[in-house]
């Protein structure tokens, strides 16, 4: 059996992130060794297993914290919507859920101990805009309940908020359930993505070089259930369709001793993007991805269109809530997937013949992709590089408000 050292130093893991993870692992060793030491002949003690439950949120930058924050104030805000409208609300009541927030607010967002570096002035503009779309956001779901339900005194509301039901399987961040009273009978049921932007430019996924391809050919390899390191993925991936070469390279570019992440821990960020743009990386990663994508793609067309449309969260899983405000104080716009008809007939005509094509030049990393039901074209995704390590889609969602 691996040892968890070894089994850290397999995975790769960042080494920020690595100390971390140890630190939070040596206080839950200690504090299983003080209560062990309680227990007596006959007695049981507790042991509560989440000392790194909140692993994710320590590491949590400001835009993170403020997402985090955007769900717990439309949780609140429809939680009022819902008592002010004399309706049914079980599970955790407005008192419950403003706690929530406010404390998540206090500790996360304005206590002294987190440091935002040069964000930290905008915190108190951005807790208000979160709250500002967070009410917007809670508004036009409960819009779009009512139209679905004909007597409010029959029916129960409940509301839960992130990690409650979905542990991961689900991208919901909020859901909100009807069911008839006295009935297991569900009604109605939002399972809502809450997004709160300042413009209608939104990033609608991030991956590393590997997980993107691996999630769009193979999504059974990667994703949340699958809990292997990326070298077993990638050679699982080989076994299957081959391609060894552009995938050991993509690996390679991804965490090898030259790639762009190893090259930011050595020589700091702004060296490594330098030297990564004068020596063409992401133009050839980009290649490479593109020439894997295309290699399966004629061969496995329908399966493919189906795994794009659920990376992009397009694949009607969830519930889409969009708010865009460009400051606080000023008007917060939303858009709905449940509302917007125009969005509605993209979703639907992405479903008849859908095809996915590749818009690239090989003088600038900037990557269109187009997804086109048979000759029309439904909509663009910019295919852009983060962090120096990350992919990420853009998608325009002004004209469909």
Not at 84 to 89: D, E, I, P, T
Not at 121 to 144: C, F, H, T
Not at 254 to 262: C, F, H, I, R, V
Request: glycine share 4%; aromatic share 8%; charged share 35%.
């Amino acid at each position: 059996m691996k040892t968890f050292k070894a089994y850290l130093e397999e995975e790769n893991i960042d080494e920020g992130f690595l100390r971390i993870i140890q630190n939070s692992f040596t206080k839950l060793r200690k504090k299983i060794l003080s209560l062990l030491k309680r227990l007596e002949f006959g007695k049981t003690v507790r042991i509560n297993l989440n000392a790194v439950s909140s692993l994710s949120e320590e590491k949590a930058d400001l835009k993170s914290r403020m997402g985090y924050y955007s769900e717990f104030c439309t949780a609140y805000e429809l939680s009022k919507i819902i008592t002010s409208n004399k309706a049914s609300l079980v599970g955790k009541s407005p008192d419950d859920l403003k706690r929530i927030r406010d404390n998540y607010k206090k500790d996360k967002l304005l206590s002294k101990k987190n440091d935002f570096g040069k964000d930290s002035k905008k915190v108190p503009d951005e807790a208000k805009r979160m709250e500002e779309s967070g009410l917007a956001l809670a508004n036009s779901i409960w819009s779009d309940m009512q139209k679905n339900l004909q007597d409010l005194q029959i029916i129960d509301f409940e509301i839960k908020i992130t990690g409650e039901s979905g542990k991961g399987i689900t991208k919901a961040d909020i859901e909100l359930v009807a069911r008839k009273k006295n009935t297991n009978e569900i009604v109605d049921h939002i399972e809502a993505s809450l997004k709160a932007y300042k413009d209608w430019n939104i990033n609608v996924s991030n991956s590393t070089f590997t997980s993107w391809v691996i999630n769009l050919l193979a999504p059974d390899i990667g994703g949340f259930q699958t809990k292997t390191t990326v070298d077993s993925k990638v050679n699982e991936f080989v076994k299957r369709y081959g391609l060894e070469k552009q995938m050991k390279r993509i690996q390679d570019l991804q965490a090898g001793e030259d790639s762009p992440a190893k090259l930011k821990k050595k020589i700091g960020r702004e060296a490594a993007k330098k030297l990564v743009d004068d020596r063409g990386v992401y133009i050839e990663v980009r290649n490479l991805m593109i020439d894997v994508f295309e290699k399966q793609y004629s061969s496995r067309k329908e399966e493919i269109n189906n795994n794009f449309l659920k990376l992009l969260g397009f694949d009607g899983t969830d519930d889409l809530y969009l708010s865009v405000q460009k400051q606080a104080g000023k008007k917060v716009q939303v858009l709905s997937s449940r509302s917007s008809e125009k969005f509605n007939e993209i979703l639907k005509n992405m479903k008849k013949d859908l095809n996915i094509e590749f818009e690239k030049s090989n003088s600038k990393v900037n990557t269109g992709i187009i997804f086109k039901s048979g000759n029309i074209i439904l909509f663009k995704s910019n295919f852009a590089f983060r962090d120096l390590d990350k992919v990420s889609q853009f998608v325009s969602f002004k004209d469909w408000v």
